[in-house]
């Protein structure tokens, strides 16, 4: 856990830095884009008593890892240290916790977003274990997020030029095929990940 503790970290400090190279000095409002999250999360999740809902595990912990980025955004802000913030989400992430109404649960972590502009992990670690997300699920999710995240940005994303469609399937379609077919618990499974992407990338003659 500890070390992919640590390639989270440091994959979220090199994302961070392709969008702005001094990303840290730029006040970006990381709580804001939790609390979005949070609320569309509560969608899939499901609120309205006028009609029949059912939670949509697997959209929510697409959610949960979107907020774990920023999450880790926010941590890599206040300590320089990567291997002391490592050890103490670990401590978080190990730590049996009760849970309780899922809804509550996410508002409870949504009111301590907003009121300190700051991320809990242990509030957090409680929504995963709300879906019995796991940490292989968090890890293997965020890493293929990011990669996906910067083979965007590698193929002209920010210019408008890339294009979500290959071959007619969405490249979120194509990214979990992929990580269904590696080994997320090898050392190498991100660049394993970015070199398949880009194999079917060239493939589907996108």
Same mark, same amino acid.
């Given at each position: 856990?500890?070390? /992919? ?11 961070? @830095? %392709?969008?702005?190279?001094? !990303?840290? /000095?730029?006040?970006?409002? !990381?709580?804001?884009?939790? !609390? ?10 499901? !609120?309205?008593?006028? %009609? +029949? ?5 697997? +959209? ?34 190990? +730590?049996?916790? @009760? ?17 300190? %502009? ?10 995963? /274990? ?34 979500? +469609? ?41």
């Amino acid at each position: 856990m500890q070390q /992919q503790l640590l390639i989270m970290l440091q994959l979220q400090n090199e994302m961070n @830095t %392709k969008v702005h190279p001094n !990303w840290r /000095q730029q006040n970006f409002a !990381w709580y804001r884009a939790i !609390w979005v999250e949070c609320a569309e999360l509560l969608d899939h999740h499901g !609120w309205k008593w006028w %009609k +029949q809902q059912r939670p949509d595990t697997d +959209q929510i912990a697409l959610e949960l890892v979107d907020i774990w980025h920023f999450g880790l955004s926010l941590l890599l802000l206040k300590e320089d240290s990567i291997e002391r913030i490592a050890e103490g989400l670990a401590a978080d992430l190990s +730590q049996p916790i @009760t849970c309780g109404d899922f809804s509550l649960d996410l508002e409870d972590f949504t009111h301590h977003t907003l009121a300190t %502009k700051d991320f809990d992990s242990v509030r957090f670690v409680r929504l995963m /274990q709300g879906i019995e997300m796991s940490f292989a699920q968090l890890y293997a999710g965020y890493v293929g997020k990011n990669v996906l995240n910067f083979f965007r940005q590698d193929h002209g994303y920010k210019d408008g030029t890339y294009s979500k +469609q290959w071959a007619g399937k969405e490249d979120n379609e194509h990214l979990v095929e992929i990580v269904a077919q590696l080994d997320i618990e090898s050392d190498s499974f991100k660049d394993d990940l970015y070199q398949r992407m880009q194999t079917v990338y060239r493939q589907s003659g996108a």
